[in-house]
């Protein structure tokens, strides 16, 4: 069975420091990756999305993730912490055979002034 | 452009009161349907799924159910709340195949007291 592991559930950061927050899945078929951006009492935005194109996927708001197949990771980046940033972001994986998205248990992300 | 309504933004209501949610999209057809739920502090659990009218999978056996009723209509409601039904509530929709991401409505902060 496919799965979604988010590694820490809360990540704290200065602001301008590199923000790194991480994505394994587990899966014996090629995946569709994607972040979503999640601010208090919101709906889920999507960040970004691999779709087995360029291993490298540039989102908004700066951020961009490195699809991994050797490490099965997709990890989500971005140079420098905004105040702005501070929100929930989940990871989730799809398969082209499945009607059902699988997402990780989500990481907070903390950037402290 | 495909958009998703999801209302009320917020409900309180009081236990054994019955229940009823509304999400619709536009701008797509024969779109999946998603109700997913966050407890506080919590990620996402799906709760139920639609791949066309009619068309209901349950994940998470509960006091809750869901219709669809119209293409692009999914209703989510409960005959007799429980305390334990609140959180926030909220409905997402994709296109197949699925590698397109999952698109969210803004949720429902439901309190039941």
């Known amino acids: 069975a496919q799965s979604v592991t988010q590694l820490g559930s809360h990540v704290s950061v200065s602001e301008g420091a590199l923000v790194l927050l991480r994505c394994n899945y587990s899966?014996?078929?090629?995946?569709?990756l994607f972040w979503y951006v999640q601010y208090p009492n919101q709906g889920l935005q999507l960040l970004l999305k691999?779709?087995?194109?360029?291993?490298l996927v540039k989102g908004i708001n700066g951020f961009e993730a490195e699809f991994k197949k050797s490490e099965t990771s997709f990890h989500l980046t971005k140079p420098s912490a905004h105040m702005s940033d501070a929100a929930e972001y989940f990871c989730?994986?799809?398969?082209?055979?499945?009607?059902?998205?699988?997402f990780g248990r989500g990481t907070s992300l903390i950037v402290h002034p | 452009s495909q958009t998703i309504h999801q209302w009320p933004a917020t409900l309180v209501q009081p236990v054994g009161s019955p229940l009823s949610l509304e999400c619709t999209v536009e701008?797509?057809?024969?779109?999946?349907l998603y109700w997913y739920r966050q407890a506080a502090g919590r990620g996402l659990q799906l709760l139920f799924y639609s791949v066309g009218i009619g068309q209901i999978s349950s994940e998470v056996p509960q006091n809750l159910s869901a219709s669809r009723p119209q293409d692009r209509q999914f209703i989510l409601s409960s005959k007799k709340l429980l305390l334990s039904d609140s959180g926030f509530y909220l409905c997402?929709?994709?296109?197949?195949?699925?590698?397109?991401?999952?698109?969210f409505g803004s949720g429902t902060r439901l309190t039941v007291v």
């Open positions: 989730a994986y799809a398969s082209g055979g499945s009607y059902i998205p699988t």
């Open positions: 997402a929709w994709s296109g197949t195949p699925n590698n397109y991401g999952y698109t």
């Open positions: 691999y779709t087995s194109a360029a291993t």
């Open positions: 899966s014996s078929v090629p995946p569709y």
């Open positions: 701008g797509t057809s024969n779109p999946n």
